[in-house]
């Protein structure tokens, strides 16, 4: 019995303290970086020095694309209790999308959308 409690008090444990962290997905991309971001001059060095690899890279008849992704905020059981509860904030999880197409090693196009905290 005394060993049931205490394997049961050890998952309650991991249970809390795994709600407690953040989910995170990617690298946070800093906006300010983005802005300096210039099409025809920044190169693929220079992208890379900054926000290192990529999470994806494709070719395509544009160019090739290299995109970055982030999304964090809320743990996994926390989102759970929110969405049953009917709580949870959509400004509480941030999440950021930065596509950059290349011709060459320069920039040709870039997209960034941000929204959350």
Not at 93 to 101: A, D
């Amino acid at each position: 019995m005394k060993t049931a409690f205490s394997i049961i008090t050890g998952f309650l444990i991991a249970l809390l303290l795994t709600g407690c962290a953040s989910g995170r997905y990617g690298r946070e991309v800093d906006p300010s970086f983005v802005q300096q971001i210039e099409r025809g001059k920044t190169t693929k060095a220079e992208i890379q020095r900054q926000l290192g690899e990529p999470l994806t890279v494709t070719t395509s008849p544009q160019g090739e694309m290299w995109r970055y992704s982030y999304s964090g905020g809320l743990a996994y059981w926390d989102m759970m209790a929110a969405g049953l509860t009917g709580s949870l904030d959509p400004a509480s999880v941030k999440v950021q999308n930065l596509t950059i197409i290349f011709e060459g090693d320069l920039v040709k196009d870039f997209s960034f959308t941000a929204q959350g905290k």
